[in-house]
């Protein structure tokens, strides 16, 4: 299974569908009305011959919990280029024309108008759920425009050639491109994302981009930029070699897919065996131990037009949205890919081009994955199998839900199928009765 696969299979095994919310401890408040009330349990109960003439009774619906956010006054701030491998970003503002921010935000508030309205036919055409928020695609047209803009921003351009373009001279780092572009919009009465990073190395810078004045900004994590991202890929030594484990430092520079040549700095020494989910949890260990890890601010409050440029590997959640509030919160996301010159030709097959996923983010649950599939490999190297002992960790009925699920499916089917009958035969009883009474 390749790397990518991995990552992927742990947000569906553990985490399951992203279009779940997910309920974090920083919640303050979660207050629940089941829709009851006392007059209805001390009223007296109607007449049989009275309720069989009225109406079916709708069963009660339990209210959403009330979302009340912590309310956090720690605040991280960079507004330089030269800071962003330090503080894990750097702050933006007014970074495209008026009218396409006004654009943005009118695409992203018809597209929640239509949604509202049961009139989106199709999901790839608005918004669709994933974690605590609303995501949409931006229309061709105006992601082309928005593109060429981001293209032109000086912050962006000083941001990648800082983090991608060092060498000098010598440098492979040609350019970048700017890639999803995602409308993202979060309901009143959501709670925060679980904490997470984009990447597990330097892919990509993210952007997030406020399409309202005054909206809740992300929350972010202290970075740490001495930790060793694993990268998930090897290259060939140019002095030993041998295949060896690519650092971040190295990846980001693009010696994998260029003409540069690499060395892997301990060409005399027994070679090193690459242990990725070892490195993954060392990584992000603190999304083990602390929930709310992201307890600072990203920058000062923004008005539209104003975001944040970040590492992929910054620690971040998204604030949520408090039921209090009474508008979305409307961001723009996208993220901005290096590009570069003196690329060589690779073994087919081969993929080494790691690029950003939207559906591999790093979180806890993503690192006990790799965790137990790491036990797993142990074990069956020592003849054992620890697969039949994993019930202890998915659940034991967990098969026999699967089965209900099916069983339920069927039944459904079935239902549906019977009740066409049933309106075919009273079709038929109602043309009887016409042709007798005629």
């Given amino acids: 299974m390749s790397l990518r696969m991995a990552l992927k299979r742990s947000l569906e095994d553990t985490e399951g569908s992203k279009k779940r919310s997910a309920y974090t401890p920083s919640l303050t408040g979660k207050k629940y009305d089941d829709g009851s009330s006392s007059a209805a349990a001390t009223a007296p109960a109607p007449a049989a011959a009275a309720t069989k003439k009225t109406s079916r009774r709708s069963p009660s619906k339990k209210s959403p919990p009330i979302v009340e956010l912590v309310q956090i006054e720690k605040c991280i701030k960079n507004n330089m280029v030269s800071r962003i491998e330090k503080a894990g970003f750097v702050e933006m503002t007014q970074v495209l024309p008026s009218q396409f921010v006004d654009s943005l935000r009118s695409e992203a508030e018809e597209k929640l108008h239509n949604l509202n309205n049961h009139r989106q036919k199709r999901a790839a055409d608005g918004f ?87 909206q809740l900004r992300t929350r ?94 910054m620690i971040h959640c998204g604030p949520g949205n408090p039921s209090s509030s009474t508008e979305h919160r409307i961001v723009l996301f996208f993220t901005v890919r290096p590009i570069y010159k003196n690329t060589k030709r690779l073994t087919a097959g081969v993929e080494k081009q790691h690029k950003y996923n939207e559906d591999l983010q790093i979180h806890a649950p993503c690192i006990l994955y790799h965790q137990f599939q790491k036990t797993l490999r142990i074990y069956e190297r020592a003849g054992c199998n620890l697969r039949n002992y994993s019930s202890f960790i998915v659940g034991a009925n967990a098969a026999d839900l699967t089965r209900l699920k099916t069983d339920l499916a069927r039944a459904r089917s079935t239902i549906a199928s019977q009740e066409k009958k049933i309106e075919k035969l009273m079709l038929r009883l109602g043309e009887d009765e016409s042709d007798a009474s005629s």
């Fill in 128 to 214: 669709i759920k994933i974690s605590n928020a609303l995501q949409a695609i931006v229309s061709k047209d105006l992601a082309d425009k928005v593109s060429l803009a981001l293209m032109g921003s000086d912050k962006i351009h000083d941001s990648m050639k800082h983090v991608f373009g060092k060498g000098g001279e010598s440098s492979s780092y040609e350019g970048y491109v700017v890639e999803s572009l995602k409308l993202l919009a979060t309901p009143p009465g959501s709670p925060p994302q679980l904490p997470h990073a984009d990447d597990h190395c330097t892919s990509c810078l993210v952007g997030i981009l406020h399409l309202k004045d005054d």
């Fill in 220 to 313: 972010i994590a202290k970075y740490n930029s001495k930790k060793d991202y694993p990268t998930g890929i090897t290259s060939t030594c140019d002095s030993c070699q041998r295949d060896e484990q690519l650092p971040d430092e190295d990846y980001k520079r693009g010696v994998h897919l260029t003409t540069e040549k690499w060395y892997c700095g301990h060409c005399n020494k027994p070679a090193r065996a690459y242990d990725f989910e070892k490195k993954l949890t060392s990584a992000f260990s603190e999304l083990l131990e602390n929930p709310d890890i992201a307890d600072a601010h990203a920058g000062e409050i923004p008005k539209a037009n104003d975001g944040i440029l970040a590492l992929p590997t």
